[in-house]
């Protein structure tokens, strides 16, 4: 027994490592001896320990690009799966489009009760297309200019008082009349804009800001409807670009000139940011215009007033002039010659 103890002692006595000069390497001749001299024939294992326990270390760079070479990224995961996945819609999306309709449109054929359903939805619809057909002429025939004009007319008629809840229908007529290029006669406008106008100088804050608006959409308006009365000339054009003055889907802003001569404004959008300036316009074209002056000051609104109530297709007026002239100074003691 104690022999036995002494053998085991003194073979793990012999596995314990040496001074690491060359890494983790088994004491190949200590562990040779040790056996030999207690009875363990194992005469291979020091070279099977030379081949399975590395030298050093290991080369960690071969294998990382060996795992790198054999490992699916998430990116080319998800790269695939996108594609399977677009690949997969594109056959749903061809069978129900194709596929699925032609077999419904074959079942209500096959079925007499389905095929009888179907033919009464369709000549209800039918009906129904003739229907809208007929409302479409009726409300092209109440959209005559004389019929539009007079129930504007009907609206605006009414005292201070009212005017302030029944203007916003006003405008929403207006609105059609624009929309639908209606030409609503000048005769009619200025009818319809005089007795507004002259109403704004003493209405209270509410009536003003409906009739500002309500001056918008006559400017709007009229500016449309021009466009169908007096159609825009060759020679208007021409004349307008030879003198630069031809602009159309422009933002302008009156107030960047002080007069405006020969020109053409086409589908443009009209501002005033600066109603303290001088505004003379000399034969202007205001053609399917939009005008954009939300702020309430002289200015726009005597421009309103002139373009509504304008007799011509060309717009000529001093809307605004606030310079002063020169004082004449007389001479005290003039020289005698």
């Not at 609503?184 to 009818?191: A, C, G, N, S």
């Not at 003379?280 to 000051?297: G, H």
């Amino acid at each position: 027994m104690l022999a036995f103890r002494a053998g085991c002692g003194t073979l793990c006595h012999s596995f314990q490592a040496p001074e690491r000069n060359s890494g983790y390497t088994l004491n190949q001749a200590l562990l040779s001896e040790s056996v030999a001299l207690h009875g363990f024939p194992i005469p291979s294992i020091a070279k099977e320990a030379d081949t399975t326990v590395p030298e050093e270390s290991v080369n960690l760079h071969e294998r990382v690009k060996v795992i790198e070479e054999t490992t699916i990224t998430w990116k080319q995961m998800w790269t695939s799966l996108g594609v399977f996945t677009a690949v997969v819609l594109a056959i749903s999306g061809l069978f129900y489009r194709s596929l699925i309709p032609n077999q419904i449109s074959a079942g209500i054929t096959d079925s007499p009760s389905l095929k009888e359903r179907f033919g009464v939805v369709h000549d209800e619809l039918k009906s129904l297309g003739g229907k809208i057909d007929k409302l479409q002429l009726t409300v092209s025939a109440t959209l005559h200019p004389k019929i539009v004009a007079a129930a504007i007319k009907d609206i605006t008629s009414g005292d201070k008082a009212s005017l302030t809840k029944t203007l916003p229908n006003a405008r929403n007529l207006l609105e059609v009349a624009r929309q639908n290029k209606i030409p609503i006669p000048v005769k009619d406008m200025k009818e319809i804009s005089k007795p507004l106008f002259g109403y704004y100088k003493n209405a209270n804050t509410a009536l003003k800001h409906e009739l500002w608006l309500t001056f918008i959409g006559l400017a709007n308006t009229k500016a449309s409807t021009d466009s169908i009365i007096y159609p825009l000339s060759e020679g208007e054009i021409t004349k307008a670009k030879a003198a630069n003055n031809y602009f159309e889907n422009a933002d302008i802003d009156l107030s960047t000139r002080e007069t405006w001569k020969d020109t053409v404004f086409k589908n443009c959008k009209i501002s005033v940011s600066a109603p303290d300036k001088n505004l003379i316009l000399d034969n202007v074209r205001f053609f399917d215009d939009e005008f954009q002056m939300l702020a309430e000051n002289e200015t726009s609104r005597k421009l309103f007033q002139t373009v509504v109530e304008n007799d011509t297709p060309t717009v000529s007026a001093k809307v605004a002039v606030f310079s002063v002239g020169q004082p004449v100074v007389k001479e005290t003691n003039p020289v005698t010659k």
